[in-house]
């Protein structure tokens, strides 16, 4: 049977940065295991119109493998999804990534972990964990959804073939992915955003670099790092207002109520666009395209929930303005106001199921417990990497290992850092590092401690960030203090034998 040093599962970016930090560190006895057909991770499934990163491009990428080519100051998913292509091919990793092998079953036995996969067995030192936190949509429990005529499609499993032009399409939803999609889908179809809850929408400032800034980018390494630089001290300031800074909280909440006025002339309107909690308990989203689509009218809002899908029907397309002159399949979304629309089409931008992690029934540590078991009471672990009773297991993007106001990649490679200190300390020891309960409960209760005042808990809203009153996926503080306190490894925090 096969055995490797590291087995890392998920080729997003968690998966190939802890790739090419392992080849960068001589330690190149590894395999990446990836379920799907290519590399990726959320740029690879999310292929929806308008999809972007809402962090600057310059900042949304490795610091070790800078990349003076991005084409816009936000770039667009597919050019994420090349730079990751191009990191893989420089770092020479490809030869080392197992495409549609996804992960079956792990098991601790007898000193190491013995893997399933979708191709076979092997055994491994150390496991890592690369399986990203928005990979598993949310549907919404609506009554009738299911036999609702005509598509309904998630924004994370966008089928490129739809075509929606000339149709009344309902988008549910309204974070992250719905503010990007909704205005571009209304350019060619009819929308109806339905809105459960209004989003806090800060201006965004997207452009596209001109060739002579690309050209000063590709010559000047400094230029790069000074814009990167410039765009995580402006995350950082966002701190305060999250830790409860009153100050902070008015001038955020200021900015972007200016945004709404601004955007949208009509009271009623904004009345209905206004969040009801503070700033930053939800995430933030940024758009400079949404309010005026709502504003024109090229976007119709209906500021309550969808509670159920009724009936379908057929009517003629000539009734849909620019729609092929054929007949269509239709229903009709009831909202909790009473009001129901009848539409073509349902795009589900409701986001992901994010503290039940999918990965987590796959993996039994010492004792036969899986972690889906361990983390019946919610998402614990050790410097949000390691996990009590799975030796040598390293989570990336796991429990409080996320942010709400920086770039996740900051996180990311922090936790790097750290899996590179276990490992040197494993080598020089000749022993698995197993992390204690009470090194884990010590841990909790630190971050419970740290977010107890946090508007993510306290800002009077209900969030993926939060499982069972406690915030579960986000570190509660800044990234500097997450590299100094949070994930910084100690030797203290591991149990001096498997047994012990």
Same mark, same amino acid.
């Given at each position: ?23 960068? %560190? ?9 379920? #799907? ?19 600057? %491009? ?102 490129? #073939? ?26 060619? #179809? ?272 209900? %969030? ?7 915030? #579960? ?28």
């Amino acid at each position: 049977m096969r055995h490797v040093a590291v087995a890392i599962i998920g080729a997003g970016f968690a998966g190939i940065g802890a790739a090419i930090q392992l080849e960068r %560190s001589g330690r190149g006895d590894f395999v990446v295991l990836e379920r #799907a057909a290519a590399i990726g991770g959320t740029w690879r499934d999310n292929v929806y119109p308008g999809v972007a990163c809402d962090i600057p %491009s310059h900042l949304y990428s490795f610091s070790f493998m800078p990349n003076p080519a991005w084409t816009r100051r936000f770039a667009p998913g597919e050019e994420i999804r090349a730079y990751l292509e191009s990191c893989v091919d420089a770092a020479g990793i490809r030869d080392r990534i197992r495409l549609r092998d996804g992960l079956l079953d792990a098991a601790w036995t007898d000193g190491h972990w013995q893997l399933h996969t979708a191709h076979g067995e092997f055994t491994a030192d150390t496991l890592v964990l690369a399986c990203g936190r928005l990979t598993e949509p949310r549907l919404p429990d609506v009554p009738g959804l299911a036999e609702f005529g005509g598509p309904v499609v998630h924004s994370a499993r966008w089928d490129p #073939a739809l075509d929606l032009r000339g149709r009344r399409v309902a988008v549910i939803g309204t974070g992250a992915s719905a503010v990007q999609l909704a205005p571009e889908l209304a350019r060619d #179809a009819e929308v109806i955003l339905v809105q459960r809850t209004p989003a806090w929408v800060l201006p965004r400032g997207d452009h596209a670099y001109r060739p002579e800034e690309q050209a000063a980018f590709d010559a000047d390494p400094l230029l790069v790092d000074a814009i990167r630089r410039e765009a995580y001290l402006a995350g950082e300031a966002l701190v305060p207002q999250r830790l409860g800074d009153l100050d902070a909280l008015d001038w955020a909440q200021a900015r972007a109520l200016a945004h709404l006025h601004a955007q949208v002339p009509d009271p009623v309107l904004r009345a209905a666009l206004m969040p009801d909690y503070e700033l930053g308990c939800k995430r933030a989203v940024f758009s400079d395209d949404l309010y005026p689509a709502i504003a024109s009218g090229a976007i119709v809002l209906e500021p309550s929930a969808l509670v159920a899908v009724r009936g379908s029907s057929t009517r003629s397309g000539d009734e849909c303005g620019d729609a092929p002159p054929h007949s269509s399949r239709v229903g009709r979304v009831v909202t909790a106001s009473g009001r129901e629309y009848e539409v073509d089409a349902i795009v589900l931008a409701t986001g992901f199921e994010t503290v039940a992690q999918p990965y987590a029934r796959l993996v039994r540590g010492i004792d036969g417990e899986t972690l889906t078991e361990h983390w019946a009471d919610g998402m614990v672990s050790v410097a949000s990497t390691m996990v009590a009773g799975f030796p040598d297991l390293y989570v990336l993007d796991g429990p409080n290992a996320s942010l709400g106001h920086n770039s996740s990649i900051l996180m990311i490679e922090a936790q790097l850092d750290y899996l590179l200190d276990a490992l040197r300390h494993r080598e020089a020891t000749g022993h698995p590092l197993v992390p204690s309960a009470a090194a884990e409960a010590a841990y909790t209760r630190r971050i419970d401690e740290a977010a107890a005042g946090t508007v993510w808990l306290t800002g009077g809203c209900r %969030s993926w960030y939060v499982d069972r009153g406690r915030l #579960a996926l986000l570190w509660p503080d800044t990234v500097d203090a997450f590299r100094e306190r949070g994930a910084r490894f100690d030797p203290a925090d591991f149990r001096t034998s498997v047994g012990a």
